[in-house]
């Protein structure tokens, strides 16, 4: 079944302790995302990787790393994570970054909360 | 970044045609219209995308003004399960000084009346 997964679906840590969230698709997909959702605010792109070893700032980077080594996989992390980072978070992919008409295949979220 | 705008949210009937819309007026030549859906507690999932064209598929169908600045997502006969945030975002190909973030806003809440 073509999917998106992450992990860990829930996450509870504290302050300061680096965290990483797992990305993997198996579509062969060359354009990787990661959103942060929080309430009134909407979906909110963090970085975002067109193809391997390619990776951009989406429009709140502050505080996150990705890193894109494998098509499949595009992990989140969280060198020291604070609690304005507790939000709920969506990695997604799509076919390709270099046409606008790829639709994105979105995960199943992973809902971070730093005490 | 090009934007969009939709009401916060809105009401329909259930069985009755809902009709969301989109502005979008910074749109560029390469950009496609994108919607997006997400129920409650799920991730987003695709609806509908077009160019210039209207579009239909099995979920929706998707009408762009000609002038391309604007466009509606039409929900045929609306039912109790498609109530959920619709989200209308723009995609380009990346150009050069131009990158490929992809900007969600708020959407439009659907709520369903039995």
Known sequence: EAQVTQNPRYLITVTGKKLTVTCSQN???EYMSWYRQDPGL?????????????????????????????????????ESPSPNQTSLYFCASSLSGSSGSNEQFFGPGTRLTVL | DAKTTQPNSMESNEEEPVHLPCNHS???????????????SQGPEYVIHGLTSNVNNRMASLAIAEDRKSSTLILHRATLRDAAVYYCILRGAPLMNRDDKIIFGKGTRLHILP
């Open chain 2, 26 to 40: 910074t749109i560029s030549g390469t950009d496609y219209i994108h919607w997006y859906r997400q129920l409650p």
């Open chain 1, 42 to 78: 909407g979906l909110r792109q963090i970085y975002y990787s067109m193809n391997v070893e390619v990776t951009d700032k989406g429009d709140v980077p502050e505080g996150y790393k990705v890193s894109r080594k494998e098509k499949r996989n595009f992990p989140l992390i969280l």
């Open chain 1, 27 to 29: 579509m062969n997909h």
